[in-house]
């Protein structure tokens, strides 16, 4: 477990804001290759690049006492002369304690801190599952969720309509 609080001393002083990372895992994972096998003879005569798009999504729960799961969606869909070769999702999720923050601050910590926590391992899912699929790796490029976080705010207090955390 981490423990981090505000002001950079330990745990247990009274009404000091604490966030703690209390567990991460995959809540839900899945790979399709809808075109296998022929899309692998198609890899070696295609005449355009593979098309890749990335969607993310999040979502955060309370669960009481402070404690929030926070769930990082990743869906990754290749697409081959219009024929999709793979497609893979991973749900990461964390278990995340917070307590003692501003609603603004423990928002800017859901909407960003955590997710930007729970990516890396996302990201590992991901590369794992395209390998395994026997498809050539796929690394994700790193994500700012800090600043999808910040234009996130920037529109809904704009009036404008929050967008969704698509790539």
């Given amino acids: 477990m981490v423990d981090i609080t505000a002001n950079g001393q330990g745990a247990g002083q009274a009404n000091q804001p604490q966030l703690m990372l209390q567990k991460i895992y995959v809540k839900d994972v899945s790979f399709e290759a809808p075109n296998a096998p022929q899309i692998f003879q198609e890899i070696g005569e295609i005449t355009e690049a593979p098309q890749v798009q990335l969607n993310l999504s999040q979502r955060a729960t309370g669960l009481g006492s402070d404690l929030y799961e926070v769930v990082l969606t990743l869906t990754l869909t290749c697409t081959i002369n219009e024929r999709t ?60 969720f800090e600043a999808l976080y910040a234009e996130q705010q920037r529109r809904m207090g704009s009036g404008g309509e929050a967008p969704t955390l698509n790539s």
């Fill in 85 to 144: 070769a793979y497609l893979a999702e991973v749900q990461q999720a964390g278990l995340f304690g917070i307590a003692g923050f501003t609603e603004a601050d423990q928002a800017g910590i859901i909407g960003s801190y955590c997710p930007n926590l729970l990516f890396p391992y996302a990201r590992q899912v991901i590369s794992s599952l395209v390998q395994e699929g026997g498809f050539p790796p796929f690394l994700l490029q790193p994500i700012n």
